[in-house]
């Protein structure tokens, strides 16, 4: 139920690329989808992209869809966000927290608890 612990965000050039990273603690005892979000400056936060418990199922925002992959390796704990093709559009910070397995389940991504960490900030700028 608790967030997990976002690392990998900086500034980086429209086109370029990231890798996000979110360490979630327990995952291998008590396992959870887990989705990544986003908020920019005066904006409501957003769903971004989500994962299923074994990584089966995925979903994503029509704004990211194919540029962005979301994958997870539980034997590390941790679930990934690979960003492609950056926008400045993306320029957010990124927060990563378990989901509702219903709404992933339909297509969706949307947080389970009301809990949220640090978040990493990403920039994309020329």
Do not use: H
Request: hydrophobic share 30%.
């Amino acid at each position: 139920q608790l967030p997990g612990v976002e690392s990998g965000g900086g500034l980086v050039q429209p086109g370029g690329s990231l890798r996000l990273s979110c360490a979630a603690s327990g995952l291998t005892t008590s396992s959870y989808g887990i989705g990544w979000f986003r908020q920019a400056p005066g904006k409501e936060r957003e769903g971004v992209s989500c994962i299923s418990t074994r990584g089966s199922t995925t979903a994503y925002a029509d704004s990211v869809q194919g540029r962005f992959t979301i994958s997870r390796d539980n034997a590390k704990n941790t679930v990934y966000l690979q960003m492609n093709s950056l926008k400045p559009e993306d320029t957010a910070t990124y927060y990563c927290a378990p989901v509702l397995p219903g709404a992933l389940a339909a297509g969706y991504c949307r947080r389970m608890g009301d809990g949220w960490g640090q978040g990493t900030q990403v920039t994309v700028s020329s």
